[in-house]
């Protein structure tokens, strides 16, 4: 499964979560931009959905451990949110590659596949990411985001509600952003490189 | 102390942290600073520092949430009590008590391995080779993703797409120093895989140097400090069955 042009991908995809993620956390965007790579990786390695999850899955954790130890030092606790998200790039949104590729570019249908799985990856990282924001950090991780939930505290919310609400309201957008920007690198992305990273491993000649 | 240790002992610290209160804190705070003490020495102050500066920020930002903005804290909310921004302080003071200390102990383990280089520490840590072979791919193409950045970004400031300082034309252009730097990391690790990689077997000379050079995945001072923080966390369970604060 792991071919050295695969772990070349992962690689890259992971350089490039740290790279745009890092970027967002420190000038304090209400975003996090922080899975471009997931998504990409899962793009890139489709047809094969188990090597495509596994491979994003990767490239989440790798870009998440070095974020941890070199930006944000609270990522790691959004390991499962990672793992939801590689989950849904793997087995719903690699299903719009084609379209993502076609030339010309279809316009409508490019932007309703991604505003579709703009929500579907946001919902599902809200509802994974919302326990973890309310008990382990008290609702303020330090991203933008944070302003919301005190929006929503302020108005006399639960601090589990006001994080669920907080999450409804941004990752659906911030999610949006990150599958047009991956359909985006993937459709610059040349097809010689795609091939290779798609070619299964060859058995050893007996 | 070798890597796998370091990072058991890690995770068994940060587990106990998230179940401790404060008397928990303190008995993980005072392990923590035997740790430092014995396995790092004088480093550790680079170490807490570096911690202390990743960590007031996030602090300043709870304080301005909750004491500023919000007002009370959780437990005044879910009690739809009025609650006060002392109620407020001193639930971010526990929250941040606990947070200072996961951040401080990530940073004290990862610099007892500081006179390492990170290909001397995956060479040293027990871990399947391929998981080895990829953070070790990752190294060296975060250097190269650096270095496309630097180049693609002086090209479209000299092109002018971009400008150095913040401009509106950076909001409108950034997308395409993004799209630029992906595109020549592609072709380099293109031209890599294809041509230079080959030539010079780097991966076949890298699998030797990956692999294990020892049978023991932990050694004895690995295992007295793991202990120390199991034994941690069983205090911390008792203390919290017999309502410790």
Same mark, same amino acid.
């Given at each position: ?198 070619a299964r491993p060859q058995p050893?000649?007996? | ?19 401790? *209160? ?98 001397q520490f995956i060479q040293l ?7 080895? *072979? ?34 509106? *034309? ?8 993004v799209q630029t730097v992906w ?8 031209? *890599? ?11 076949? @000379? ?11 995945? @932990? ?27």
């Amino acid at each position: 499964m792991l071919t050295t042009p695969r772990m070349i991908a992962i690689a890259l995809c992971a350089a490039l979560n740290f790279a745009v993620g890092s970027i967002v956390y420190l000038i304090k965007l209400p975003l996090y931009l922080d899975s471009i790579g997931t998504i990409l990786c899962a793009l890139l390695i489709y047809p094969d959905r188990r090597a495509a999850f596994v491979c994003s899955f990767l490239a989440a954790m790798i870009s998440t451990v070095i974020t941890t130890l070199f930006i944000n030092p609270f990522l790691i606790w959004f390991s499962a949110t990672e793992l939801a998200l590689a989950l849904v790039a793997a087995y719903f949104i690699a299903d719009a590659e084609e379209i993502f590729r076609a030339r010309p570019l279809p316009m409508l249908r490019f932007g309703l596949r991604v505003v579709l799985y703009g929500i579907l990856t946001g919902v599902v990282s809200a509802v994974v990411s919302a326990p973890v924001v309310a008990y382990v950090f008290g609702g303020v991780t330090g991203s933008g985001s944070a302003f919301l939930v005190a929006f929503f505290l302020k108005a006399g919310q639960h601090l589990m509600a006001a994080v669920l609400h907080s999450g409804f309201t941004a990752e659906p957008i911030d999610k949006t952003l990150q599958v047009l920007f991956a359909a985006l690198l993937f459709r610059a992305t040349p097809k010689d490189f795609i091939d290779m990273v798609r070619a299964r491993p060859q058995p050893a000649p007996t | 102390m070798t890597p796998n240790g370091a990072i058991v002992f890690t995770l068994v610290v940060v587990l106990a942290a998230m179940m401790s *209160r404060m008397s928990g804190l303190i008995v993980l705070y005072l392990l923590c600073t035997l740790f430092a003490v014995i396995e790092v020495g004088p480093n550790a102050t680079a170490a807490l520092r570096r911690a202390v500066i990743l960590m007031v920020p996030l602090a300043a930002f709870m304080v301005l949430v909750w004491v500023g903005v919000v007002g009370r804290a959780p437990a005044d909310i879910a009690a739809s009590q009025p609650g006060s921004r002392v109620s407020a302080l001193v639930y971010v003071s526990i929250v941040c008590a606990r947070l200072f200390l996961i951040v401080a102990i990530v940073q004290i383990a990862a610099m007892r391995f500081a006179a390492i280089t990170p290909l001397q520490f995956i060479q040293l840590l027990r871990a399947p080779i391929a998981l080895k *072979r990829l953070g070790v791919l990752t190294l060296s193409l975060i250097e190269t993703l650096l270095q496309a950045v630097d180049r693609a970004h002086t090209a479209l400031i000299a092109s002018g797409v971009i400008t150095r300082r913040l401009s509106a *034309r950076n909001v409108f252009n950034g997308w395409v120093l993004v799209q630029t730097v992906w595109l020549t990391a592609i072709t380099s690790v293109t031209g *890599r895989m294809r041509d230079k990689w080959p030539m010079e077997h780097t991966l076949k @000379l890298l699998d030797p140097l990956l692999a294990e050079k020892r049978k023991d995945p @932990l050694r004895t001072p690995d295992k007295i400090w793991i202990s120390c923080a199991a034994v941690a966390v069983v205090g911390i369970v008792w203390g919290d069955f017999y309502g410790l604060p």
